[in-house]
């Protein structure tokens, strides 16, 4: 049995007193998770406060995040929307396994109405997400978050996915996990890419997501690399943390 499977029967096997006092306690849920004896390979406390810091400081309306697995990280940002009535934030994630101890974790936290989980590839479905949203609003809307936090070889052609979509625009927040590990030197290479370097990349570079999802040359990002330690193990990690400034019209 996977420790996921595990963990799930574990969670939902808690006393009944036990699960009436972290119901509708987002933080509570998580310490369920960080108490575990198992460790998962989510956001956790630490790197995660800093994000936390940054969706405080913006107050977004759409946030996603690519790769939700058990709902940590979509617990811990979407209670920080709780209260505004037009904001949410769609989990998208690969493994339905997962998906369904993510909505346990969600509805445990109280977070059920603020947080969907959209099943599959990302990239297989963020271009209806984008219609979806479009029809929703009735305007075009980009995104003012983006969690990037999946497998990491997918991170440049899932923001290339992105980009293509016009779901980046100025104002949008980005934030990549495991820039030190395991490493993601590719995204941190394209976000700080000059407008003639990532026209050349994208051009000179099929992207394995679909061909048409080439990228946006001309979307400026400011970009900074933030290191965390983890107190509990010194173990050294770093999240990127990228806006998109403006288009370049030189
Ligand atoms: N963000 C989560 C958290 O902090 O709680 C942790 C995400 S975990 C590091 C990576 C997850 O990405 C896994 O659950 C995996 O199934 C999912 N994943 C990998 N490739 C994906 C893809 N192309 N689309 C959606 N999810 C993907």
């Known amino acids: 049995m996977s420790k996921e499977t595990e963990f799930y029967n574990y969670i939902t096997s808690l006393p009944e007193e036990t699960l009436t006092q972290v119901k509708g306690k987002p933080l509570e849920v998580l310490k369920l998770i960080d108490e575990y ?16 810091a940054k969706i405080k400081e913006k107050a977004p309306k759409t ?13 811990l940002f979407a209670s920080e ?14 493994n339905p ?7 346990y974790v969600i509805g445990l936290a109280g977070l059920s109405d603020k ?23 009735k305007h075009y809307t980009a995104l003012d978050f983006i969690f990037i936090d999946h497998w990491k070889d997918m991170y440049v052609p899932d923001l290339r996915v992105l980009e293509s979509l016009n779901l980046i625009a100025p104002g949008t927040l ?41 990228g946006r040359w001309n979307i400026l990002y ?13 173990h050294k ?7 998109c400034v403006d288009y370049f019209s030189g």
């Open 97 to 103: 396994e997962f998906a369904k101890i993510a909505n």
């Open 174 to 214: 980005l934030v990549a996990d495991n820039i030190i590990t395991p490493g993601a030197p590719q995204y941190v290479a394209y976000v700080n890419f000059s407008p003639d370097e990532k026209k050349l990349y994208n051009e000179t570079t099929a992207n394995p997501e679909g061909k048409e999802f080439i």
């Open 81 to 94: 929307i709780a209260d505004d009535p037009e904001a949410k934030y769609y989990s998208f994630e690969l």
């Open 222 to 234: 400011s970009t900074k690399t933030i290191e965390v330690v983890n107190p509990k193990n010194n």
């Open 237 to 243: 990690d770093a999240i990127e943390v990228t806006k």
């Open 63 to 75: 946030m996603i995040e690519l790769g939700g697995y058990l709902g940590y990280s979509a617990v």
């Open 115 to 137: 947080v969907e989980i959209i099943v599959g590839k990302a990239s297989y479905n963020l271009p209806a997400f984008r219609k979806r949203l479009f029809s929703e609003k």
């Open 37 to 52: 004896p198992q460790s998962f390979m989510n956001i956790g406390p630490y790197k995660g406060k800093h994000i936390v």
